[in-house]
């Protein structure tokens, strides 16, 4: 029922098992300018534009060696 914990498990099989093993530097770089990147629109709430980024910098700390 954790939805959060099943999402941080499918991002961290997704981007450091298998072949993406090959590829770490490579996902890691583009999760932080992907994160980096990411901007608030102008009607956005502050707790959504949150709720957005959150998943972005998890998946940077999953990426972390």
């Known amino acids: 029922m954790d939805s959060i ?3 941080n498990l499918i991002k961290k099989l997704a981007f450091t098992e298998s072949t ?3 590829h770490t530097r490579h996902n ?3 999760s932080h300018i992907d994160l980096m990147n990411l901007h608030k629109d102008r009607f956005q709430s502050m ?3 949150r709720v957005q980024s959150l998943p972005m ?3 940077c700390d999953v990426l972390e060696p």
């Open 5 to 7: 914990g099943l999402l």
């Open 20 to 22: 993406n093993n090959l």
């Open 28 to 30: 890691k770089a583009m």
């Open 47 to 49: 707790q959504d534009f």
């Open 57 to 59: 910098k998890k998946e």
